[in-house]
Every structure is written in structure tokens, then in C-alpha cells.
């Protein structure tokens, strides 16, 4: 189970499962700055996950890293709070 500081990303325990639905999703769009319904970028679902391959291809694709969410809490904020060190 991952915890956020703060706002809703990571507080239900099927968050993980969640994220990676909207994960895939966002891929689809092809937009590397792309939104999920509750205003998460790509990125931050990506990082939140520890998902490290797809969070250097959305930084190479052009992913703002400074776009947090409805929160403006940071896609590094959110890793380094699952413990994701490595992103």
C-alpha cells in the first residue's frame, strides 16, 4: 500500500491497481502531459507507481516535471514518498 503525504493519490488500497489503469490509458493518448480524471499527470502516476522505465520514457517524450497535480504536489514528491529513490 502506497501513502501520499497529502491530497487523495494513495490513500485506497487498490490505489497501485488504479494508478496503472490510468497509466495505460494516459499512454494511449500519446500525451506526455496527459491528466487522468482526478488531475494526476501521467508522470506522477508513473513515479507514484515506481515505474522507472516509464517515468525516464514520459521525460524523454517531454513530461513536465513540475506539473503536479490538483494537489501541485510533484511526481518526485509522490516517488519519494513511496519510497521510489531509484526516480
Known sequence: RHHHPEGELGTSTDQPICDMMN????????DANACDAKGYPALMLAAHSGETTIVEMLL?????????????????????????MDI
Not at 517524450?61 to 514518498?81: E, F, H, P, Q, R
Open 60 to 84: 524523454q517524450a517531454g513530461a513536465d516535471v513540475c506539473k503536479g497535480g490538483t494537489d501541485n504536489i510533484t511526481a518526485l514528491s509522490v516517488a519519494a514518498a513511496g519510497g521510489h
Open 23 to 30: 497509466l495505460r490509458l494516459l499512454l494511449a493518448t500519446g
